[in-house]
Nanobody, 124 residues
Framework: QVQLAESGGGLVQAGGSLRLSCAASGRTFSRYALGWFRQAPGKKREFVTAINWSGGSTNYATSVKGRFTISRDNAKNTVYLQMNSLKPEDTAVYYC?????????????????WGQGTQVTVSS
């Protein structure tokens, strides 16, 4: 069992930066892939980025590539999402997820555990 708790969301102007964190409980944290997804009002939840169990492989949605960076610290049971050059279209609730396959997949169904989400709002 893995429990996830996101933090770091907030209101930022376009062009600004935010760093999201997701703290996980559970002794097997290092075995899981970790992903970030987001859901804007009236839209489906979508993949943002993921990192594999070791941190050696990452995967990014085209819309965030070059602006967002995912990283993990297995010693702290935490995954991070550094978001730079934010745009109003990045506004959404951001969710952290853990997948037991260990692979940095964009497929939502491959993630077993989800956090409650943190709101990110980018003003123009």
């Amino acid at each position: 069992q893995v429990q996830l708790a996101e933090s770091g969301g907030g209101l930022v102007q376009a062009g600004g930066s935010l760093r999201l964190s997701c703290a996980a409980s559970g002794r097997t944290f290092s075995r899981y892939a970790l992903g970030w997804f987001r859901q804007a009002p009236g839209k489906k939840r979508e993949f943002v980025t993921a990192i594999n169990w070791s941190g050696g492989s990452t995967n990014y949605a085209t819309s965030v590539k070059g602006r967002f960076t995912i990283s993990r610290d297995n010693a702290k049971n935490t995954v991070y999402l550094q978001m730079n050059s934010l745009k109003p279209e990045d506004t959404a609730v951001y969710y952290c997820a853990a997948g037991s396959t260990g692979q940095a997949t964009s497929v939502m169904a491959m993630y077993d555990y989800w956090g409650q989400g943190t709101q990110v709002t980018v003003s123009s």
